[in-house]
C-alpha cells in the first residue's frame, strides 16, 4: 500500500473483517459483513491477500455455526489485529481535532468487536452490552417506546390502538392490499429511484457545494435474491472507473425474493438504501476521497461502527428530507405516513430485539411476539429480528441498536439546524463524522 497509515487502517478493519468471515471484494451482500466499501484503488492489505485469510473467510470466521479454529489461529498467527487497533489509537492521538476523535471511536468499535470474536472462541471473557451499545452508539442501551408511532398508524388506519389484534389485522391487510410483487421489482426499484433522485435535486442537492452536483446520486442495480438471512443489502462496490479516472460510484441492492413488503414501505426503502439515503452518502464520501478532502478511512466505511450509526438515521431521515420536511405527519400521502411509520416501528423494534436478547435475557419466542404486537411488524421480520439478527453475538448487540440511535439523532438535529447549515456536514463536506463527533461541526 502507499504509507504506513494506510496499511494499518486497512489490517485493523479488513483483518476484523476476516475473522468474522467478511469478504470486502465480494459484490453480494452474501459474503460482506464488517467492511462496507473498498474503493481507494489501494493495493489490498496483508490482512486481506494471505493465503490464510481467504481459508477463514471460507469458512466463515466465527461466525460459522462451528468456526474453524485451527484456521483462524492460523491467520491470527500472522496477522497482528490488536497491533494494527493499538496503531489507530496511536494515529488518533497523533491527528487530534475531528479526524482523531473519529479514529479513536472506530477503534472502540474494533475494540469491541476483537473481544467478541475472542469471546466466541473461548478465549475472551463475556463482552458486557453496555459496552458494545456505547462502543457503536455513543450511548448507553435503553428501550424502544414504540407507543406514539403506533398510536398514529392506528389513526391513519381508523381503528383503535388499544386493540391490538384488531390494528395487526389492519396493518396486515394494509400491506397484503398495496404488496409489491417481486417480479417486478427491477422496474419498480428504476421508476422510484427516478422519482427520489428528482425530489433529491429539488430539496437536498441546493444546500450542497457545488462541486458535490455532478457525482450520481443513485447508480445502483435492484437484484431480487433466493433464501438471504436478511431483508436487503446494499453493496456499495465504487470500483469501476470513468476513462479519465473519475469513479462511477456504482452499487447493488440484493432485496430478499420472499419478502413482504407494501408500496409505501418500499418508496420507504429506496430513500432508505438509495437517494438520498445509503448510495448517495457512500458516493459523496467516495468523491470527497477522489479529491482528496477526505482520509484514507473514509474509503473503507463499515457496519457495527459510530459512522454506521449516523449512515443509518441518514437513511431512516432520507425520505424526509428528500420532500423536504421535518416530520412524518408532514408527508404528501396518508398511506405514505403510514408505510413510514411501519418503517420506523421497525427500526424500533431492532433496537428492541437488542434490548431485550442481550440486556434482559428473553428468549426469542418472547422477543419476537414483542415486536409483532408492539412494533406491527410482520410475521417475517418478528422471526427474522429475533433470530438471525437479534441473537446473533456481533449484529445483536452492536448494530441492531444503530438504526434507532442514529435516527434519533439525525431528526434531532434536522430540527435544530438550517439545512444550508446542516447537510453539508452530514454528507461529509466538512469532514468526515460519526454519530457523536457530528456535534462538533454543529453550534446550535
Not at 489501494?42 to 466465527?62: I, K
Not at 472502540?108 to 470474536?117: G, H
Not at 475472542?118 to 459496552?131: D, F, N, S, T
Not at 448507553?140 to 391490538?164: F, I, Y
Amino acid at each position: 500500500m502507499s504509507g504506513q497509515y494506510e496499511e494499518l487502517i486497512g489490517n485493523a478493519i479488513l483483518g476484523i473483517d476476516t475473522i468474522w468471515g467478511g469478504d470486502v471484494m465480494c459484490a453480494s451482500g452474501t459474503g460482506r459483513f464488517i467492511a462496507d466499501s473498498w474503493f481507494s484503488d489501494q493495493p489490498l492489505p496483508r490482512a486481506y491477500t494471505l493465503a490464510e485469510a481467504a481459508l477463514v473467510r471460507h469458512s466463515g470466521g466465527v461466525s460459522a455455526k462451528a468456526p474453524d479454529v485451527a484456521a483462524i489461529d492460523a491467520y491470527l498467527a500472522q496477522v497482528d489485529i490488536p497491533g494494527a487497533i493499538a496503531g489507530m489509537k496511536t494515529a488518533a492521538a497523533g491527528f487530534g481535532g475531528l479526524r482523531g476523535e473519529y479514529l479513536a471511536g472506530l477503534a472502540e468499535c474494533f475494540e469491541a468487536m476483537w473481544d467478541l470474536a475472542m469471546e466466541i472462541l473461548g478465549k475472551g471473557a463475556l463482552v458486557p452490552y453496555e459496552r458494545c451499545v456505547m462502543a457503536s452508539c455513543g450511548q448507553a442501551p435503553e428501550p424502544s417506546d414504540p407507543v406514539r408511532k403506533r398510536e398514529r398508524v392506528a389513526e391513519l388506519l381508523g381503528c383503535g390502538a388499544r386493540e391490538r389484534d384488531r390494528l395487526l389485522a389492519a396493518v396486515d391487510g394494509w400491506r397484503k392490499q398495496q404488496r409489491v410483487s417481486m417480479a417486478s421489482v427491477r422496474l419498480l426499484g428504476a421508476a422510484v429511484i427516478g422519482h427520489f433522485d428528482a425530489l433529491a435535486a429539488r430539496h437536498v442537492l441546493p444546500y450542497l457545494p457545488a462541486e458535490l452536483h455532478g457525482v450520481p446520486r443513485a447508480n445502483i442495480q435492484f437484484l431480487p435474491i433466493l433464501e438471504a438471512w436478511f431483508s436487503g443489502s446494499m453493496n456499495y462496490l465504487g470500483r469501476a472507473r470513468r476513462p479519465g479516472g473519475e469513479p462511477e460510484y456504482e452499487a447493488s441492492y440484493e432485496i430478499n425474493a420472499s419478502l413482504e413488503i407494501s408500496l409505501p414501505e418500499f418508496l420507504q426503502l429506496v430513500s432508505h438504501e438509495v437517494v438520498p439515503g445509503h448510495v448517495t452518502t457512500f458516493a459523496y464520501l467516495q468523491n470527497l476521497y477522489w479529491r482528496k478532502l477526505v482520509g484514507f478511512e473514509a474509503s473503507v466505511l463499515t457496519m457495527n461502527t459510530r459512522a454506521a450509526a449516523l449512515f443509518e438515521g441518514i437513511a431512516n431521515n432520507a425520505i424526509l428530507m428528500a420532500y423536504g420536511v421535518t416530520e412524518v405527519e408532514y408527508l404528501p400521502d396518508a398511506d405514505l405516513q403510514i408505510g413510514v411509520l411501519l418503517a420506523l416501528l421497525q427500526d424500533d423494534a431492532k433496537n428492541q430485539s437488542s434490548y431485550l436478547t442481550w440486556g434482559e435475557g428473553a428468549p426469542q419466542a418472547e422477543v419476537a411476539a414483542t415486536l409483532r404486537q408492539d412494533f406491527l411488524v410482520s410475521l417475517e421480520r418478528a422471526d427474522k429480528l429475533s433470530g438471525a439478527w437479534g441473537r446473533h453475538p456481533l449484529l445483536g448487540r452492536m448494530y441492531l441498536p444503530a438504526y434507532r440511535a442514529g435516527t434519533r439523532k439525525v431528526a434531532a438535529l434536522r430540527r435544530i439546524h438550517p439545512p444550508e447549515v446542516f447537510l453539508p456536514v452530514l454528507y461529509g463536506a466538512c469532514g468526515l463524522v460519526d454519530i457523536t463527533t457530528i456535534d462538533k461541526l454543529l453550534v446550535a
